[in-house]
């Protein structure tokens, strides 16, 4: 149970590796948001819900930590669809929607590291 939860835990990863590569490539490049942002960002969703219950653990997952993180996905997504929204209407993505995108992605990866 344990080992399958560690290879779980591997999925999360590589669905937060793909979402902040996937910006980091923007950042340095035409700063828009990409359809693999899109579905790394569900891959973090359903491994992350996975990794919510209490399965192949010694102790009780941080729920409030747990509840801040889904909030946090949420807006992500919400402007994931904004900024792609906008960008197909006119072409550029403002700023304020492209730059939060990856800092937050990086405070979720925070959180789950550093709150223990
Ligand atoms: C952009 C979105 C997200 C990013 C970048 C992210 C990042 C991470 C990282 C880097 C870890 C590994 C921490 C470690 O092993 O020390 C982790 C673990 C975890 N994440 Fe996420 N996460 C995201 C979204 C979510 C969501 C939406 C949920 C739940 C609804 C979630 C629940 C969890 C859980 C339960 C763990 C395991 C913590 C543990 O067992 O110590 N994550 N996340």
Known sequence: MEIL????????LVGFAVLF???????????????????ALLLSLVSGLALSAPWGLDHDPN???IGVKL????????LLGIGSARQKRTGTLPA??????????LLNAA???LWR
């Open 21 to 39: 590569g996937a910006w980091v490539v923007e950042a340095v490049g035409r700063r828009r948001v990409t359809p693999l942002m899109n579905y």
């Open 96 to 105: 304020g929607i492209f730059w939060p995108i990856g800092v937050l992605t």
């Open 111 to 113: 959180l789950a590291v």
């Open 5 to 12: 939860r560690h290879a779980v835990v591997l999925v999360h």
């Open 71 to 78: 909030v946090v996905l949420v807006v992500i997504g919400a």
């Open 63 to 65: 729920y409030v930590k």
